[in-house]
């Protein structure tokens, strides 16, 4: 980032030194041959309306400052929050900073008012997205997250913009920390999704909620054995023995992982989330090479295809019905993915996806006192969870309907013919054709 934290203003906690959150925009995109391809006036009117529909920036400071509440839910989203002591696995401050789970208040202003514009400047299926999203005669009016009937305890779209801004700024912290603390923490998560495991859980509610569960498994793993594969690589160069054959055979493991994410996701574009011109773009991405890996862990990756991915990725989760964390779209938008260099993508990428992933399979699992402890984030009173499960409304994204009105999401099919067209440039750059049939 640049400096996430006001000098003018006490009270308000200063990044600690051993924690690098203030590297500048410039030194970002410099390093990410990542140009801003999107009209700079444009991208400026879009943006001032998406932080006017926010309302992120108070009327009196001109700041925005995240409170103490919005950081605690960040953290409780990620499961990061102090833990009873009758749960095996250690509390996360065993192994994080001090400074990652302090309290006070955290300016972003500069975060918010200076570098997530220039996310929208380099990617313009995003500037799209948020155009579509402020503009429709006010769409953004319309979203909501909660349970059928929109009422005080609904999730109103400055609410979720709040949440996205919390999340992205944890995640960067996080990923701040180094290869050590990313270690520990897919440990931790691995152990507290484990432990989870056997006990008592809520059951799917449809049968598109059991299918995210089984898509969310698969994901998990081959997610997880791309965090492997690069420890074993860093294993490797500490060793002196990351070369030949060896790094060959890691780089085309990683590289085998990520076209099956990737097929993953088309496929279930063309099935029970059915966007065939999304799909396409998904086929580029198989159809292009992959750079191999070199000993560092670092990725011969074209821009070209880093920014066809994002785009066509945060596409796919635009309708994310039964997540109010916000941390899908956080993985793709924040800066040091978004605008970091494509050389250390698939690494950072890895991560972030284990920690979304995993944290929303043990929300998934909540239920009992647990879930009616945390009703609130999920827009609905405590009331609701207490019912029988059966009788419970389910809390999802709601928003107005747009035409056509035969398509349940008219907008992420726009934003498809945008990822389609780009996918199909990107096939023919390397000799394929997404085009037809």
């Not at 009873?84 to 401050?93: H, I, L, T, Y």
């Not at 999920?378 to 009331?383: D, E, I, N």
Request: net charge negative; proline share 7%; charged share 20%.
């Amino acid at each position: 980032f640049r400096r996430c934290t006001s000098r003018s203003m006490k009270g308000f906690r200063r990044p600690p030194r051993w924690l690098p959150l203030v590297t500048p925009v410039a030194a970002l995109l410099a390093s990410a041959p990542l140009p801003r391809v999107a009209d700079p006036e444009h991208v400026q009117s879009v943006y001032q309306r998406l932080l006017a529909a926010s309302e992120l920036v108070d009327a009196v400071t001109g700041r925005v400052v995240l409170s103490s509440a919005d950081l605690a839910r960040a953290r409780a989203d990620m499961h990061l929050q102090p833990r009873s002591e009758d749960v095996p696995a250690e509390p996360p401050g065993a192994f994080l900073p001090a400074e990652v789970l302090a309290e006070d208040p955290v300016d972003v202003t500069e975060l918010v008012l200076d570098t997530l514009p220039e996310v929208l400047a380099v990617h313009p299926a995003f500037l799209f997205m948020a155009e579509q999203t402020v503009g429709n005669d006010a769409f953004h009016e319309s979203v909501y997250f909660g349970t059928a009937v929109r009422d005080e305890h609904s999730l109103a779209f400055p609410a979720l913009c709040r949440r996205f801004v919390a999340s992205i700024y944890l995640f960067e912290t996080l990923l701040a920390l180094g290869d050590g603390s990313h270690r520990a923490l897919a440990h931790w998560y691995e152990s507290l999704y484990l432990e989870g495991s056997t006990g008592e859980r809520s059951r799917p509610f449809s049968v598109r909620d059991a299918l995210m569960g089984f898509f969310l498994a698969l994901k998990g793993e081959s997610v997880l054995a791309s965090i492997n594969a690069f420890e074993e690589l860093r294993r490797l160069d500490r060793a002196g023995e990351a070369t030949g054959v060896a790094l060959r055979s890691l780089s085309d493991v990683l590289n085998a992982i990520m076209r099956l994410n990737i097929c993953e996701a088309v496929l279930s574009n063309l099935s029970f989330a059915f966007w065939p011109d999304n799909a396409r773009a998904g086929m580029a991405l198989l159809l292009a090479p992959l750079g191999a890996f070199r000993a560092g862990g670092q990725q011969d990756l074209s821009p070209e295809w880093l920014r066809l991915y994002l785009a066509w990725n945060a596409n796919f989760i635009w309708p994310s019905h039964y997540c109010p964390d916000m941390m899908c779209f956080t993985m793709l938008a924040m800066p040091s993915l978004a605008l970091g260099p494509p050389e250390q993508f698939q690494y950072r990428r890895a991560h972030t996806l284990f920690w979304v992933v995993r944290s929303t399979q043990i929300t998934r699992r909540m239920c009992g006192a647990e879930r009616v402890a945390r009703a609130a984030a999920f827009g609905v009173p405590a009331s609701e969870f207490e019912r029988p499960p059966a009788e419970q409304q389910v809390p999802c994204f709601h928003c107005r309907q747009l035409e056509p009105r035969s398509d349940r999401q008219p907008l992420t099919s726009r934003t498809a013919k945008l990822t389609r067209a780009e996918g199909e440039v990107l096939a023919r750059a390397c000799g394929g054709d997404v085009g037809e049939g």
